[in-house]
């Protein structure tokens, strides 16, 4: 069973700094690609970020690119999305997901085939 478990959320003040993790089991973790996906109040789930299988290959969305560094340990099973300059829009619940291959084909939330429960991000002062 693919289980998928984020952690590290929190309330941060804006231009603060969070390190999110998303500890995979039940597949081979170093043979697919994973991402982050956001969902604000009030609105529909964003893609934010992707790592291919081996690491190497990075995507980001344009909102957080430059802020946001995604990474991946395959021998630890995890995954991290390490956020900075954070800022109120910002504030979502974040997702861990496995996507259905080694590498990612399109900036967006389609090939994504199971999901975390989320951890709450929110920047506030």
């Known amino acids: 069973e693919v289980q998928l478990v984020e952690s590290g959320g929190g309330l941060v003040q804006p231009g603060g700094s969070l390190r999110l993790s998303c500890a995979a089991s039940?597949?081979?973790?170093?043979?697919?690609?994973m991402g982050w996906v956001r969902q604000a109040p009030g609105k529909g789930l964003e893609w934010v970020s992707a790592?291919?299988?081996?690491?190497?290959?990075?995507m980001y969305a344009d909102s957080v690119k430059g802020r946001f560094t995604i990474s991946r340990d395959n021998a630890k099973n995890t995954l991290y999305l390490q956020m900075n300059s954070l800022k109120p829009e910002d504030t979502a619940v974040y997702y861990c997901?496995?996507?259905?291959?080694?590498?990612?084909?399109?900036?967006?939330?389609?090939?994504?085939?199971?999901w975390g429960q989320g951890t709450q991000v929110t920047v506030s002062s």
């Open positions: 039940g597949f081979i973790f170093g043979s697919y690609a």
């Open positions: 790592i291919y299988s081996g690491g190497a290959s990075t």
């Open positions: 997901a496995k996507y259905r291959g080694p590498a990612v084909v399109l900036a967006t939330i389609q090939g994504y085939d199971h």
